[in-house]
């Protein structure tokens, strides 16, 4: 998996997923996992594809869909297609999270 990326996991029902299901990804973690960013903030568009989120922070675009479902990104459904978008902003954020206490 990602050697940087701080996460805390848990079980899940009917067992225990190999790696755990992610809850809360820590403080500045994706971000240490790029060395420059290949789109300026500013030049991303409000709304960006599963894809393009994936590539801004160079992670898996399943790693993107379980932080959606957790609800650490916000992302919204386009009309009555599939397409799923996800705020800028809230992407943006995801990099500058406060660190998890329990």
């Known amino acids: 998996m990602l050697p940087n990326l701080e996460t805390r996991r848990i079980g899940v029902r009917g067992g ?4 755990g299901r992610l809850i809360r990804i820590y403080q500045r973690s994706l971000l240490r996992l790029r060395e420059g960013p290949d ?3 500013a ?3 409000r709304w960006v594809t599963m894809k393009q989120a994936a590539e801004y922070y160079q992670v898996s675009p399943s790693l993107i869909r379980r ?3 957790h609800e ?3 992302a919204r459904r386009i009309g009555r297609s599939r397409n ?5 902003e ?3 954020r995801l990099g500058r999270f406060a660190a ?3």
Do not use: E, H, M, Y
Not at 16 to 19: A, D, E, K, L, N
Not at 84 to 88: G, K, Q, T
């Open 67 to 69: 932080i959606i479902a």
């Open 100 to 102: 998890w206490t329990p």
């Open 43 to 45: 030049k991303l568009p």
């Open 90 to 92: 809230s992407l943006l």
């Open 72 to 74: 650490q990104l916000d």
């Open 84 to 88: 799923v978008r996800i705020d800028r």
């Open 16 to 19: 225990v997923i190999p790696f």
């Open 39 to 41: 789109v300026a903030p």
